[in-house]
């Protein structure tokens, strides 16, 4: 069983659209960090969220994070052919401890077609 | 800006033989955390240190351990391998506080014949 529930999975999409990917957990993480990784290399950090409620902008990116700390949420604006690669989420449930593990979701390949 | 410096980038291994992979984390941070990730699959937690000494562990086989040294950068030592070992091995590190930003390395690709 996957802690962390991505979706979708996969994902393929026109350039200049928008979409919307979720990561949902019946557990509460003191932060959730989305990644985006490209093949053959490390997961490459993009934000992490820790308040309920919070959302954070990073150019087209909005992120956003449950009001219960359970879920998660990336959306992409005019998606553009450089933004395809594999998203991924990932919490932490341990709260302001050095050493706690990340728990990743199944990630998201997105691809944008020009 | 420093990386988390991982070595080797590539290896190849025959079953049953013994592997070291390396990790030298970002300056400063003092959690050295090691994943394994298959084909298609998320990153699978197997070990982390803190402070040098271990301070979580996950689905890390028997087979496999780990220490963090004295000027911070860490080992992974696989014995026995197996075909199953095939993966790509990352290794990130965090600044003190934890879990609110890690820095993964490029990681390991590991094959085993």
């Known amino acids: 069983t996957q802690l962390l529930e991505q979706s979708p999975q996969f994902l393929s999409i026109q350039e200049g659209e928008n979409l919307t990917v979720y990561c949902n957990s019946s557990?509460?993480?003191?932060?959730l960090q989305w990644y985006r990784q490209e093949p053959g290399e490390g997961p490459v950090l993009l934000v992490t969220?820790?308040?309920?409620?919070e959302v954070k902008k990073l150019k087209r990116l909005t992120f956003q994070f449950g009001d219960a700390r359970k879920d998660s949420s990336l959306h992409i604006t005019a998606a553009q052919p450089g933004d395809t690669g594999l998203y991924l989420c990932?919490?932490?449930?341990?709260?302001?401890?050095?050493?706690?593990?990340?728990?990743f979701g199944e990630g998201t390949q997105l691809t944008v077609n020009p | 800006a420093a990386g988390v410096i991982q070595s080797p980038r590539h290896l190849i291994k025959e079953k049953r033989e013994t592997a070291t992979l390396k990790c030298y984390p970002i300056?400063?941070?003092?959690?050295v955390y090691w994943y394994q990730q298959g084909p298609g699959q998320d990153p699978q937690f197997l070990i982390s240190?803190?402070?040098?000494?271990?301070?979580d562990k996950g689905s890390i086989p028997d087979r496999f351990s780990a220490q963090q040294f004295s000027d911070y950068h860490s080992e992974l030592n696989m014995s026995s391998l197996e075909l199953g070992d095939s993966a790509l091995y990352f290794c990130a590190s965090s600044p003190p506080g934890g879990g609110r930003g890690y820095t993964f390395g490029s990681g390991t690709r590991l094959t085993v014949v």
């Open positions: 240190f803190y402070e040098k000494m271990q301070s």
């Open positions: 969220v820790v308040t309920g409620g």
């Open positions: 557990s509460v993480f003191s932060s």
């Open positions: 300056p400063r941070h003092d959690t």
């Open positions: 990932a919490g932490a449930r341990v709260e302001e401890t050095s050493g706690s593990r990340l728990t």
